[in-house]
């Protein structure tokens, strides 16, 4: 019994992200990695910019070859990007995915999918409560059940939980995964997941 719950927790992996990072975005292509190779990604939400006001700020999409780099690495996963030209507010965001990640996790996958690509594809504002409805109507979310759940404070609340979790492990960013106890920090290349296997793991302690 003690030997499969060991195993179990082996092949969880914790990953925190934010819609309003881009890094979190090509992120999802890691997480697929993970998923091929036999592992359960658990995705937890995290603020990377706490202090953002709500209603965001402008921002000038930027150039350079930090730019140039994330732009190849989302190529390559297969994910259109276009930079945003506002930094939302994602906490609200974030605190609708966190509750359909419990309440109704079939739909969770798609639902985040859909507000990445709300953000860095349509450029629509996922602070905007109409957004985030719009998206979750689309995947069948009980957007009136959410509703609730927004305005009594608990999906927040799950937020602010998910991230004291990462700040335990010294995590002050997105994306973030937790991996057999190790924690790999900022959007490492694909190569680095690749060579991850829940046997490579086990092996590893």
């Not at 276009?82 to 994602?90: E, G, K």
Request: proline share 6%; charged share 20%; hydrophobic share 45%.
């Amino acid at each position: 019994m003690n030997e499969h719950w060991h195993d179990d927790q082996r092949r969880r992996v914790l990953h925190w992200y934010d819609f309003a990072c881009p890094f979190s975005y090509v992120g999802q292509s890691r997480n697929a990695l993970l998923i091929e190779a036999g592992f359960e990604v658990v995705a937890l939400p995290f603020q990377a910019h706490p202090g953002m006001p709500r209603g965001g700020l402008p921002v000038k999409p930027g150039q350079g070859r930090g730019y140039a780099a994330l732009e190849q690495e989302a190529r390559a996963a297969g994910l259109a990007l276009r930079w945003p030209r506002r930094l939302p507010h994602s906490r609200p965001a974030l605190a609708a995915a966190e509750w359909v990640r419990r309440n109704q996790a079939a739909a969770f996958g798609e639902f985040q999918r859909g507000l990445f690509e709300a953000h860095f594809v349509a450029g629509d504002a996922i602070d905007d409560q109409a957004v985030i409805d719009r998206v979750g109507a689309a995947v069948g979310v009980d957007v009136r059940a959410l509703h609730f759940a927004l305005a009594d404070g608990s999906a927040v609340g799950a937020v602010s939980q998910a991230e004291w979790i990462g700040r335990q492990l010294g995590l002050d960013g997105t994306p973030a995964w937790l991996v057999d106890g190790r924690l790999m920090v900022g959007l490492q290349p694909a190569s680095a997941f690749q060579r991850l296997t829940p046997l490579s793991a086990r092996a590893s302690r």
